[in-house]
């Protein structure tokens, strides 16, 4: 019975904790209609540099600092790669690649009301999203809880 009672103040406890953590951040998630960063990217032993803006909503464009100066953008309903040394591009409907949910805030904040976060290196707050066949995951800053 004793176990019983500490596993309840235990969880108790806990519960607001992360409670609290993910009204903060779906708070500062509303907040935010762009943003922009630097990247790396690594496929197999190639990695690849650049910097991209979001603008809410589902629309982005990113640069690559590579040999083929690629760029990649969204304007909400297609995404277009597009090498311009070249001058090749691929267009794919946004809807069939997992850009289509991270670009959606509404998707997100959905997610993250619903999902249990876990802390990670005392850093991170990270939340798993499953969805069409994808795994996705978001790290905030434990501290800033920005993305």
Do not use: H
Not at 32 to 40: A, E, G, Q, T, V
Not at 132 to 140: A, D, L, T, V
């Amino acid at each position: 019975m004793f176990r019983f009672i500490i596993i309840f103040f235990i969880i108790n406890f806990y519960s607001p904790v992360f409670s609290s953590v993910k009204d903060q951040i779906i708070s500062k998630i509303k907040k935010i209609d762009n943003l922009s960063f630097n990247f790396i990217q690594t496929i197999g032993k190639k990695k690849e540099e650049g910097n991209c803006i979001i603008k809410y909503s589902k629309k982005i464009y990113c640069e690559y600092n590579n040999a083929n100066k690629k760029i990649i953008v969204s304007n909400g309903k297609s995404l277009v790669i597009k090498n311009r040394n070249s001058g090749t591009y691929y267009i794919y409907p946004l809807k069939k690649t997992p850009l289509d949910l991270l670009l959606d805030k509404k998707f997100l904040i959905s997610k993250i009301t619903t999902l249990i976060p876990r802390e990670i290196d005392k850093k991170y707050i990270n939340f798993e999203i499953f969805e069409n066949n994808n795994k996705i995951n978001i790290f905030y800053n434990k501290d800033t809880f920005d993305l």
